[in-house]
Nanobody, 123 residues
């Protein structure tokens, strides 16, 4: 069993930055870890994913060039650096670990999910 706990959410103004963290504990053979988000009244969408062995990353088109996913294996922690934030980035951000994520996030197979952390961007 794997536990994922997100932190780092908050309220910032347009153009600001947030750095999300996801602390992982427990035994895991997950091939990848990623960030997903869900805005009020909208479906959950993929944001960024990183494959642990290769370091390959995928980003949603809406965040490319603004968000960076990284991981510190020694600390069992996943990060999401979010810069140049926009009001449409307002959402609850979830950390997930699992088997695979399609490059465009249309399908994925993730086994473990955190409870999320809220990011609010105001103009």
């Amino acid at each position: 069993q794997v536990q994922l706990v997100e932190s780092g959410g908050g309220s910032v103004q347009v153009g600001g930055s947030l750095r999300l963290s996801c602390a992982a504990s427990g035994n895991s053979d997950s091939r990848c870890m990623g960030w997903f988000r869900q805005a009020p009244g909208k479906e959950r969408e993929g944001v960024a994913v990183i494959y642990s062995d290769s370091g390959i990353t995928y980003y949603a088109e809406s965040v490319k060039g603004r968000f960076t996913i990284s991981q510190d294996n020694a600390k069992n922690t996943l990060y999401l650096q979010m810069n140049s934030l926009k009001p449409e980035d307002t959402a609850r951000y979830y950390c997930a670990a699992g088997r695979w994520v399609r490059f465009d996030f249309r399908t994925y197979d993730m086994d473990y999910w955190g409870k999320g952390t809220l990011g609010t961007i105001s103009s």
